[in-house]
């Protein structure tokens, strides 16, 4: 018998701004957002989030997390795409555990999540950077591996 459901949660995060609790539910593959009321800078969330805050949304809804979360990813169709599963030792391409894996992060802005409050932005962005732009984003690690 299968579970109702199976939920991860991660700390969303900007640069060091805890934005709030982002979760997963395995079984549904259903996201969910559980906004940090203490910060009132709206413009430190995505702007897929601060929309519907000003809107006096209370939930942002599954849709809009996906599509937050799969726009950060490499894409499922990226040439070369199992050079980078290689690296992050996955066997194929699935949404949520990537996102894990690359911690959230992309070179367009500064949101990233964490797992535990040892982690700060500048130790995971320094690896973030390095790592990929390093190992995965030269002719180099493609043509050697």
Not at 69 to 94: A, C, G, H, Q, T
Not at 105 to 134: A, G, P, Q
Request: glycine share 2%; aromatic share 18%; with cysteine.
């Amino acid at each position: 018998m299968l579970p109702k459901s199976v939920i991860e949660t991660v700390d969303l995060m900007n640069k060091d701004y805890f934005l709030g609790q982002l979760s997963y539910d395995i079984v549904s593959e259903e996201y969910s957002f559980k906004r940090n009321k203490e910060i009132n800078d709206l413009k430190l969330y995505p702007a897929e989030f601060y929309g519907l805050f000003e809107l006096k949304e209370i939930e942002v809804q599954s849709d809009v997390i996906r599509e937050f979360i799969v726009n950060r990813l490499i894409p499922y169709n990226r040439m070369n795409l199992s050079k980078y599963l290689k690296y992050y030792d996955m066997e194929f391409w699935d949404e949520w555990e990537l996102f894990l894996k690359a911690k959230g992060m992309c070179f367009l802005d500064t949101f990233w999540i964490r797992r535990n409050n040892n982690e700060t932005y500048k130790k995971c962005h320094i690896k973030f950077t390095n790592s990929v732009r390093d190992d995965l984003l030269t002719e180099e690690y493609f043509l050697e591996n």
